[in-house]
């Protein structure tokens, strides 16, 4: 029955049929949502139903064209995001590669010097330096840390994108402080 419906279309109702299948191209934001796949397979075949000889085969063909014209642009743009994207993530996975090594030099010389101390990278803020040590438990201790260490390290800290130290007072239940790095 639907056979016999689809073959009496005239051919302005097959191109008809075609631009309402293919028109519903949504754009919310930078993505682009297609029609389904079911509805361009059914616009193409209402397409391929005008006849060469009908009036309406050259719209039918320009239309075709500017659906694939189309598709191979959106093609184009989700292949440069998703470029992007990876590229975006790939930095800053390097970047927090950076900051997790930079955190091993800091702790080993902060030990050669003498200092008993754990650095790392915080995980719940990638830009925190966590660094835990017994000394911190002493407030002339941390002060002077902050006042004379510290700032030692400024110009690498802001490189490297921190913008905050914790100071843990011994132990992983201690959440310790917070402070600036005083980047610019």
Known sequence: MQ???????SPQEHLDKARALLGQIVRVGNHIFEPPQTSVDEAMKHLSAIAPSAPEFKKAQQLR???????????????RLQTAAASK???QEAAQNSRKMYA??????????????T????????????MDSD??????????????????RRRDLCALKFRQVRLI??????????YSVGCK
Do not use: M
Request: glycine share 6%.
């Open 3 to 9: 056979e016999h419906a689809f073959a009496q279309l």
């Open 65 to 79: 064209q500017q659906y694939e014209a189309a598709q191979k642009k959106r093609e184009e743009e989700n292949s």
């Open 89 to 91: 993530q790939a930095a």
């Open 104 to 117: 091993q030099v800091v702790q080993r010389q902060l030990n050669d010097s003498g200092i008993d101390i």
């Open 119 to 130: 650095v790392w990278v915080s995980d719940q803020q990638t830009d925190e330096l966590v």
């Open 135 to 152: 000394l911190f438990k002493d407030t002339e201790n941390r002060v002077e840390f902050l006042q004379n260490i510290l700032p030692r």
């Open 169 to 178: 007072r011994g132990g992983f239940l201690s959440i310790g402080d917070a």
